[in-house]
């Protein structure tokens, strides 16, 4: 039977050929938005009213559970897509009551089609905030509706998730997972599974806040705190809040406390379980909450909702409470070292709050030349800002006229050549792998890596074994770089160099590589991205076709990408034992005949780059010895969608070299995102 990969519910075309539905207009009037949002925050309606006569906490917490699903490990999550919308999020436990939210603002969305429900509930979010005094940095649109959930299936709860990154004990989930526990946007707000610990709560938000998000410990506590000077938990009752969307499509979480008109609703409200609000002043933005934690001593109680969670002893507190989270601030020394600073400090709980907010909402959102909008805050370090290219950047064809003549087919001390075809040497395929390795980092799910900023060349990405021999062919390079100078920048090198071998090996067809410049150069490799978290995949199909879901390739531009030259002398400086090659300079579909006419046999023990339970990661020819496969190849064969490709491809040269073209092109621009915006660097 084939072996049909994990996610096999997507069709060929998956990938950067996702549907985005909407697309924020340039031309959006922001101002007439927010005048809107600001009439609906006060405008209660009876089906859900609000709390203290103002929507604006439940919006706040809406923008916080949509951009809030995002984690670093594979850039996936966020409310770019706006899939807080459709399952599997809009089921999440700590999303129940959210669809009220929507349901509240959809009259507003509905009157301006021209932004993105993304961009829609970011934006609400921050109009929530400044309504009530609170301090924002800015916005940044550009956010893309998808037609459907399913770039969240791989966040869970689905069998996509278990497949890909299983979590044995919900409430103890590990990296790649963004959470720990499936369902919450980060952790159990009543303590580590359950348990009011406030010492092992502090523990679960440094792990998922800092490890899975890449927040210091004062925008954690910033984020925490100031969000927490808004609103209300809800928990009117033990009896919970009614069927979820999954049992209820139609009516879900109806509420079952209290009876009557407002059952289920208002003062009847049942959400998390919790009840009541963390300062007496819900509906402004203060740093009372600060203050709340430290000037009180907190016990436990067991609230309305059945629910454990803390309140003041003291006689002369204001009637509020906190959740296990929350006093868990108070019991780890540098979180509870940095209350002090907010609580009496309000303009700095402001600055930090605003920029951490930013970063919560605008994360996943990649570099901010991204953000379609004119008053975009400028970038910030979380955007991984890259120098700007140089302002007159050397001409593409003059550089490529400079690899052909000088470095294309000449000898060279620091590396050996693929092929000697030709009267002379070649050493395209080397090119081509290099520019592949540093491009292939790029993530579609969180617009990160890619070639543009060459971080290849500097460590960590540099010394992963998959990238061994890196430095060698940029010495190769360097000579072409000193001719140009400043004007050239190692990025535009890197690809430059694999354009003009790939034009050469198929010059005398119809397809063409583009060749633009306008990439610049990290000053060091501190925001690398390396390949998708190579280290967690458990088996090689997996591996692949997570891989090419996050980099954002489709199924026909993971089979034609398999065919680009690949260099024999590079994989087995990567310790590998060889890979296939062709022995020529000419593209062709040799590598699809290959793979389908020969008998593969696993080569016990060598190493695949691939996947952690993989003992086999090299295949050999039975009928050529010394003609080798990496696992990677010889998947594409046990997998029915990749097959079909392999077997067209193997048929059809020309197939082959449109679809590679396209798909390499795709890859090697995808990064420069002015371009793809419609910007300068055309
Ligand atoms: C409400 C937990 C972080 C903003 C809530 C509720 C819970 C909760 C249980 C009550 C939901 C309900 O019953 O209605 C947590 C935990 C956090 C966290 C465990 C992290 C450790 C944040 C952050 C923000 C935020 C980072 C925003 C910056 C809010 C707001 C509400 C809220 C505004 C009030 C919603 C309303 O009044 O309807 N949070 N939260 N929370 N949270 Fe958080």
Redesign the pocket.
């Known amino acids: 039977m084939e072996n049909q990969h994990a996610f096999s519910h997507r069709d060929a075309n998956v990938g950067h050929r996702h549907i985005r539905r909407q697309i924020t207009s340039t031309s959006t009037n922001y101002t007439q938005i927010k005048e809107d949002i600001q009439a609906a925050l006060t405008d209660s309606q009876s089906f859900w009213p609000a ?1 203290f006569g103002d ?4 919006f ?2 809406l ?2 559970h949509c951009s ?1 699903s995002h984690r670093r490990s594979d850039g996936r999550g966020g409310c770019d897509g706006g899939r807080i919308r459709f399952l599997p999020e809009h089921a999440w436990a ?1 999303n ?2 959210l669809d009220k ?1 929507i349901r509240i603002l959809t009259p507003v969305k509905q009157k301006y089609p021209e932004i993105s429900w993304g961009d829609f509930i970011v934006f609400t979010g921050n109009t ?1 905030i400044e309504s009530m005094g609170g301090p924002t940095l800015g916005f940044c649109a550009g956010r893309q509706d998808d037609s459907d959930g399913s770039a969240s299936v791989e966040l869970g709860p689905t069998p996509e998730q278990v497949l890909l990154a299983n979590c044995t004990l919900n409430g103890n989930c590990s990296i790649p997972l963004g959470t720990k526990q499936i369902g ?7 303590g580590p599974l359950g348990v009011p610990d406030p010492v092992g ?1 502090a523990k ?2 440094r792990d ?2 800092s490890t899975r998000m890449g927040f210091t410990d004062n925008e ?1 506590v910033a ?2 705190g ?10 009117a009752c033990p009896s919970g809040p009614g069927p979820s969307p999954l049992e209820d499509p139609t009516n879900p979480w109806p509420g079952t406390c209290g009876t009557g008109a407002l059952k289920g609703i208002g003062p009847n ?7 009541g ?1 963390w300062t007496d002043t ?1 509906t402004q933005w203060s740093n009372d909450y600060f203050n709340n934690l430290l000037d009180f001593d907190w016990e436990t109680f067991i609230g309305p909702g059945n629910q454990t969670q803390w309140r003041p002893t003291n006689a002369s507190a204001p009637n509020i409470r906190m ?4 006093i ?1 601030l108070l019991h780890d020394p540098i979180y509870k070292s940095i209350l002090p600073t907010y609580a009496n400090d309000l303009q700095k709980l402001g600055t930090d ?1 605003a920029a ?2 930013y970063k ?1 909402t605008t994360e996943d959102m990649g570099p901010q030349s991204r953000c379609i909008n004119a008053d975009a805050p400028p970038p910030q370090e979380f955007q991984n800002p890259l120098p700007a290219p140089p302002a007159n950047p050397a001409s593409a064809s003059a550089v490529s006229a400079a690899i052909k003549s000088s470095l294309l087919y000449t000898a060279n001390s620091n590396i050996t050549s693929d092929s000697s075809e030709n009267g002379g040497t070649w050493f395209g395929t080397q090119f081509v792998d290099l520019a592949y390795q540093c491009a292939s980092t790029y993530r579609s799910t969180d617009y990160r890596g890619g070639c543009n900023g060459a971080r290849i060349r500097f460590s960590p990405e540099k010394d992963l074994p998959w990238n061994a021999g890196t430095d060698q062919i940029l010495q190769v390079l360097e000579s072409v770089k000193t001719q140009f100078g400043d004007a050239l920048t190692w990025s535009d090198l890197i690809v430059l160099a694999a354009q003009t071998a790939l034009a050469d090996a198929t010059s005398g067809s119809s397809v063409v590589f583009d060749f633009a410049v306008g990439r610049s150069d990290a000053l060091d490799g501190t925001q690398s991205i390396s390949f998708p978290f190579r280290d967690y995949y458990e088996t090689v199909d997996i591996a692949v076709t997570d891989s090419a879901d996050v980099v954002g390739l489709s199924a026909y531009d993971v089979v034609a990408l398999a065919g680009r030259p690949r260099s024999d002398v590079e994989q087995k400086r990567r310790g590998l034992f060889g890979s296939y090659l062709n022995g020529t300079s000419k593209l062709t579909n040799a590598y699809y005949n290959l793979l389908l006419n020969q008998t593969w046999t696993p080569i016990e023990g060598s190493p695949s780059f691939l996947a952690l339970s993989s003992s086999t990661g090299v295949y050999e020819s039975k009928e050529n010895p010394g003609t080798y496969m990496l696992d990677s190849d010889i998947f594409l064969l046990s997998n029915a969608t990749y097959k079909d490709i392999v077997e067209e491809f193997a048929s059809n040269e020309s197939s082959f070299l449109v679809h590679f073209a396209e798909a390499w092109n795709w890859l090697l621009l995808v990064d420069l995102h002015e371009i793809n915006t419609g910007g300068a660097n055309t």
Do not use: C, M, Q
């Open positions: 709390d929507y604006a906490p439940f706040i917490r923008a916080w809030g700590d129940t009551n939210a929530a919450l946007i980060y952790v159990n707000p009543g709560s679960d938000i998922v806040f954690t984020l925490i100031g969000g927490h000077e808004f609103g209300k938990t809800h928990g409200a049942y959400t998390s379980g919790f009840e609000s819900p959740l296990t989270a929350d868990a709050f951490a907010w919560l």
